[in-house]
């Protein structure tokens, strides 16, 4: 079963872009973000942000190379009008984001790869592009995860 309060981010990067992915499902369809999901219970966050990359992205884990996490937990909730038509007691989530970077060749990204696939479309974008770009509920937990993780990122391409 899903910890549905428990999920990850997962940045992956190439020199100063970031991997960005195009929903093709409602109720977000064409929005943009970044890959991550939910933790299922058992996992580790770092696991759940392997599978999630794996899963929405076909990136296997030797395709990235883990350079940081956020310390904390990042936090957003659902706005009211989503909440009443949320059918679940899903209210938001308390998020781990993985700052990853990118070994293996643009080919290896496979959006469509998996049995459901998430995603339609992908992207590389500058690190800040995607803020944005998101649906705007998840937009501060966004910021909070990529300022904390840009002094890591910056480290790895100067």
Known sequence: PDRPFVGVGVIVFRDKEVLLVKRNKDPNKGHWSIPGGRQILGETTKEA????????????????????????????RLPRRLLRQN?????????????????????????????????DGWRWVSYWYPLGQVVAFKRDVYRRAMKELAPALSRCID
């Open 49 to 76: 942000a392997q599978r999630e990359l794996m899963e929405e992205t076909g990136l296997p884990k030797d395709a990235v190379d883990l350079v940081a996490c956020t310390r904390g937990w990042l936090r957003y």
């Open 87 to 119: 059918r679940s007691d899903f209210v938001g989530q308390k998020q781990k984001w993985y700052l990853l970077k990118m070994l293996a060749d643009d080919d290896t990204v496979q959006v469509d790869a998996g049995q459901d696939p998430e995603f």
